[in-house]
């Protein structure tokens, strides 16, 4: 069974940053694109990064480009995202997706609040 | 960046009849889009992949068609569960992207 694990959320003052892991299990992890995908409160889904298994190639969205990056440890098949320059408009719960083309797998989120 | 476009935002419909949602995209995503489903406070479950195809253990009332820029997730009788937020998503071109989603109340 596909399991992702998500953790490393809290409270964050606006400026600071934060590393969040997935831990994924179930699956060979080198086989599949891992994202970040993340939900402001009472808001849509908004892809964040990906990257690639074959060769660690990368993808970001304009909104985090310069501040995050997302990063893997096969040999620990899990997932990182390291956040700085944390803004108030980066407040979201963070999901770890699997990609297969659409996102076939979900973990269950970690929030992520930057607030003074 | 291609913009997914869903209408409406709100679907007000009563236990077994029957939604219809449509996602727009701004250009052609071929049939590279996903339906996902989202419960309060839960993350969202993956519903139809390749505009038509019903992933693992999504009941047969859901189905998915369209392809290009024009798409449809049609739940043919609606049950309580289905009372939902429901999100349409291109992956075609990075970077990938949502549509707002239309949220199926009951009427």
């Known amino acids: 069974e596909v399991q992702l694990l998500e953790s490393g959320g809290g409270l964050v003052q606006p400026g600071g940053s934060l590393r969040l892991s997935c831990a994924a299990s179930?699956?060979?992890?080198?086989?599949?694109?891992m994202n970040w995908v993340r939900q402001a409160p009472g808001k849509g889904l908004e892809w964040v990064s990906g990257?690639?298994?074959?060769?660690?190639?990368?993808y970001y969205a304009d909104s985090v480009k310069g501040r995050f990056t997302i990063s893997r440890d096969s040999s620990k098949k899990t997932l990182f995202l390291q956040m700085n320059s944390l803004r108030a408009e980066d407040t979201a719960v963070y999901y770890c997706?699997?990609?297969?083309?659409?996102?076939?797998?979900w973990g269950q989120g970690t929030l992520v609040t930057v607030s003074s | 960046e291609i913009v997914m476009t869903q209408s409406p935002a709100t679907l007000s419909v009563s236990p077994g009849e029957r939604a219809t949602l449509s996602c727009r995209a701004s250009?052609?995503?071929?049939?590279?889009l996903a339906w996902y489903q989202q419960k309060p406070g839960q993350a969202p479950r993956l519903l139809i992949y390749?505009?038509?195809t019903r992933a693992t253990g999504i009941p047969a009332r859901f189905s998915g068609s369209g392809s290009g820029t024009e798409f449809t997730l049609t739940i043919s009788s609606l049950q309580s569960e289905d009372f939902a937020l429901y999100y349409c998503?291109?992956?075609?071109?990075?970077?990938?992207?949502f549509g707002g989603g239309t949220k199926v109340e009951i009427k």
């Open positions: 990257i690639r298994g074959i060769d660690d190639g990368t």
């Open positions: 179930g699956f060979t992890f080198t086989n599949y694109i």
């Open positions: 997706a699997r990609k297969s083309g659409h996102f076939d797998s």
């Open positions: 250009q052609s995503v071929s049939s590279n």
């Open positions: 998503q291109q992956y075609t071109n990075w970077p990938l992207t």
């Open positions: 390749g505009a038509s």
